[in-house]
């Protein structure tokens, strides 16, 4: 077993300067709201599969916040923004994988490891 268990929001907090998450294991995050609103990746926003094509960031305005949030099940969480998209869901390992701490991304950084490799077509 080298799964990791995902950690689970504690407190979800809509600040000025982003969205802070407290997790249930001690770690705090803080999300700029632009950047976590470009991490959509609702069909809307990249593309339905297999046409994904990735966000358009000029469709997101620079000052976006996110206003309200939901949260879904006990896997994810959904954001209402400033610019009126609410159909993204941030799962999650997603919010986690992008929290941009030092510690995060040292911890991303060696469980990367080896680049993964790539099957010729
Ligand atoms: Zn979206
Ligand atoms: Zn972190």
Redesign the pocket.
């Known amino acids: 077993m080298t799964q990791q268990r995902i950690p689970v929001p504690k407190h979800v907090r809509i600040l000025p300067e982003g969205v802070a998450i407290s997790w249930q294991d001690g770690h705090e995050t803080l999300y700029g709201h632009y950047d976590l609103?470009l991490k959509?990746?609702?069909?809307?926003?990249?593309g339905e599969w297999p046409n994904q094509r990735g966000?358009d960031v000029r469709s997101v305005p620079r000052d976006v916040q996110a206003v309200e949030y939901l949260t879904i099940g006990n896997y994810a969480l959904q954001f209402l923004w400033s610019d009126f998209?609410s159909?993204?869901i941030y799962p999650y390992r997603m919010l986690r994988d992008l929290c941009p701490c030092p510690e995060c991304a040292a911890r991303r950084g060696k469980a990367q490891g080896a680049p993964p490799e790539k099957t010729p077509p």
């Not at 959509?40 to 990249?46: E, F, L, R, S």
């Open positions: 609103r959509c990746a609702c069909a809307t926003c990249v966000i998209h159909t993204g």
